[in-house]
């Protein structure tokens, strides 16, 4: 492909996609970037455009729009978009579209289905149950030490599905809002209980072309709780920063050889190749790694960590297409030897009832940090307002991971809006 003559479909409106589009918008071979919707902070990109007018979950609209508009590269980012099946409606098209088909992506989108592969396939995970009865699942919480179980929503839900309770009465209280009350809709009909894990959670973000290449980006750490040393419901994620210190070439080695390769050629087994993004929630125990969960795109808030990991002279752009044309092992993903740190502003009430519509101002950031959007979007009047549970989020590079963190806190105090939340002890344990 020419010079400067890509331009690329990104879908979706979050961070994620902000972090994305900013990493895109620096690759020599873009022309333009269009996100669809998009937020106020993709938009004042150079060299990107929000799309509105059009639902990020309309496939055939965002395929007749890619034609119209000689889009070289589609790139899914939310889990909805993915799970549906987006890649689906562009495989006919000739069109790079960077995501798994639907069933691939079905490791994400059922819980029960990933534990069965899992457990067909010897990938170590922690023991489980799944229930698609209320009264079953109700009885086995009353047989079991429930604070050494997890309940998770079979389906989407965007982070929030997965409870760690305390008691009997917590799981008991947490079971009935997914089963019989429906917090979760559709997700919540069946829900996988399997027993907690002991160890450090670390994220793996690994690109995958559908050959049998795949190249694993440094690990990171979330913190999935709202509060403060790790107290509160679980959210879609608070702060992440990487790479791990704890974490040796060995273990990188056993985590690729025992878990990445074995659950990529799992299914392709199963007659569901992947390509694209694969994300491995995993426990560093006792017992050596453990998968948590799979993801089937970019993480967030990882990726918002990862981009500014990323070498200047990554070309992310030639990467997504490399993963969508079978050439990952052409091509190299270069990474900055320090560490980035990631930091989530959220608005008072997040994960449950939250307020949108308050003022956003961003005064005083320090170089090297990007504020990168999430719940955000422009007024009649070009204000900022808040428009999401998880609003902003504040990235930095730095030589050392105190550098980072420090960078990353700094950029937090410049963004103020009213009853602002974050925790403040990311990357500390």
């Avoid at 059009?54 to 590269?73: E, S």
């Avoid at 429906?182 to 072309?209: A, M, N, P, R």
């Avoid at 799992?266 to 992947?274: C, K, N």
């Avoid at 101002?361 to 009047?381: L, N, R, W």
Wanted: negative net charge.
């Amino acid at each position: 492909m020419a010079t400067s003559d890509l331009k690329i479909l990104l879908v979706g409106k979050g961070a994620r996609e902000h972090s994305l589009a900013w990493k895109l918008s620096q690759s020599p071979s873009v022309q333009h970037i269009y996100v669809v919707p998009g937020n106020g902070g993709t938009q004042d990109l150079p060299n990107v455009s929000n799309i509105s007018h059009i639902g990020q979950d309309d496939f055939p609209r965002l395929v007749c729009f890619a034609r119209d508009q000689h889009i070289g590269l589609v790139v899914a980012g939310p889990d909805d978009a993915v799970v549906n099946g987006i890649a689906g409606y562009f495989e006919d098209t000739g069109i790079p579209c960077f995501s798994p088909s639907k069933a691939a992506a079905e490791i994400e989108g059922s819980k029960a289905y990933s534990k069965a592969l899992m457990e067909k396939y010897d990938i170590p995970t922690a023991k489980y149950k799944t229930f698609s009865r209320y009264e079953d699942a109700r009885a086995y919480l009353q047989s079991v030490d429930c604070s050494r179980v997890v309940l998770k929503v079979d389906g989407l839900a965007a982070g929030k599905g997965v409870v760690l309770p305390a008691n009997e009465a917590e799981a008991l209280d947490a079971l009935r809002l997914m089963m019989v009350e429906s917090k979760f809709g559709s997700s919540g009909q069946s829900v996988v209980i399997e027993e907690f894990l002991d160890g450090d959670e670390i994220s793996v973000l690994t690109f995958v072309d559908g050959s049998g290449v795949f190249k694993s980006l440094p690990p990171g750490q979330d913190h999935k709780r709202i509060f403060d040393g790790n107290k509160g419901p679980n959210t879609g994620g608070m702060g992440v920063y990487a790479p791990l210190s704890f974490l040796t070439a060995q273990d990188l080695e056993t985590i690729d050889r025992e878990i990445i390769r074995p659950t990529l050629e799992a299914l392709q087994t199963e007659g569901r190749p992947f390509s694209g993004m694969l994300f491995t929630g995993i426990m560093m125990t006792r017992d050596g790694p453990k998968v948590l969960e799979y993801n089937a795109r970019f993480g967030d808030p990882e990726t918002q960590t990862m981009m500014m990991l990323l070498a200047p002279e990554c070309d992310l752009a030639t990467i997504l297409i490399a993963c969508c044309t079978k050439k990952l092992q052409d091509v190299a993903i270069p990474v900055r030897p320090g560490f980035a740190c990631n930091v989530v502003v959220a608005a008072g009430g997040y994960p449950e009832s939250f307020r949108k519509g308050d003022v956003i101002t961003v005064e005083g950031c320090p170089s090297g940090v990007e504020i990168f959007h999430a719940g955000t979007e422009k007024s009649t009047d070009g204000q900022l307002l808040t428009a999401g549970g998880r609003v902003l989020c504040a990235a930095s590079y730095g030589s050392t991971l105190e550098e980072a963190v420090s960078l990353a806190y700094r950029g937090v105090q410049a963004v103020q809006f009213k009853d602002k939340t974050y925790r403040t002890d990311i990357a500390s344990r």
